[in-house]
T-cell receptor, first 112, second 113 residues
Framework: QKEVEQNSGPLSVPEGAIASLNCTYS??????FFWYRQYSGKSPELIMF????GDKEDGRFTAQLNKASQYVSLLIRDSQPSDSATYLC????????????FGTGTRLQVTL | EPEVTQTPSHQVTQMGQEVILRCVPI?????FYWYRQILGQKVEFLVS????????KSEIFDDQFSVERPDGSNFTLKIRSTKLEDSAMYFC???????????FGSGTRLTVV
């Protein structure tokens, strides 16, 4: 079973719409969850992290965590063409506090 | 905004040669990491480093790899005898606290020919 799983996409949304990106993880003991954005050929950039069940909002981004169902999602409101990138979910698995396990990422395309 | 600096941005080396990838983490960060990303694949953990020693390493980080913090600012990854399959983007990262989100450097693209 994959440790961190994401749909590779591409997920295509029109400009101004809400993009919803999902991630599931296998380790029930995981406590923190990170979303990174990676433009093609560039390094990952941290955009959100969440530790508690529920929603966490930061500008146009909302992270949602459901530990019982072992999924974490990222909503991007008012999507812009500049949001077109690959979004990586990353989780430190139990017993590996300093090591992040990344999903394969979901490629988001925001169309005009 | 503080950033993690990596040099060189691109390195081409012949199979069997040694390479050293260099990183300058953010100055007040205490935890340092190396990750790699083979083209089209996911970001993979190599090693974490804290208090001048390795705190965790992956199965990828075998005897051909080593890390060092030779002075107060630099953090290096050495690959002793490169193989074709070592071709990848290598990212250095640092964080202020353990388990906190990292700041990644811009990466070094290593091409082994």
């Amino acid at each position: 079973q994959k440790e961190v799983e994401q749909n590779s996409g591409p997920l295509s949304v029109p400009e101004g719409a809400i993009a919803s990106l999902n991630c599931t993880y296998s380790d029930r003991g995981s406590q923190s969850f990170f979303w990174y954005r990676q433009y093609s050929g560039k390094s990952p950039e941290l955009i959100m992290f969440i530790y508690s069940n529920g929603d966490k909002e930061d500008g146009r981004f909302t992270a949602q965590l459901n530990k019982a169902s072992q999924y974490v999602s990222l909503l991007i409101r008012d999507s812009q063409p500049s949001d077109s990138a690959t979004y990586l979910c990353a989780v430190p698995l139990t017993g590996t506090a300093s090591k992040l396990t990344f999903g394969t990422g979901t490629r988001l395309q925001v169309t005009l | 905004e503080p950033e993690v600096t990596q040099t060189p941005s691109h390195q081409v080396t012949q199979m069997g040669q040694e390479v050293i990838l260099r990183c300058v983490p953010i100055s007040n960060h205490l935890y340092f990491y190396w990750y790699r990303q083979i083209l089209g694949q996911k970001v993979e953990f190599l090693v974490s480093f804290y208090n001048n020693e390795i705190s965790e390493k992956s199965e990828i980080f075998d005897d051909q790899f080593s890390v060092e913090r030779p002075d107060g600012s630099n953090f290096t990854l050495k690959i002793r005898s490169t193989k074709l399959e070592d071709s990848a983007m290598y990212f250095c990262a640092s964080s202020e606290e353990r388990g906190y989100g990292y700041t990644f450097g811009s990466g070094t693209r290593l091409t082994v020919v």
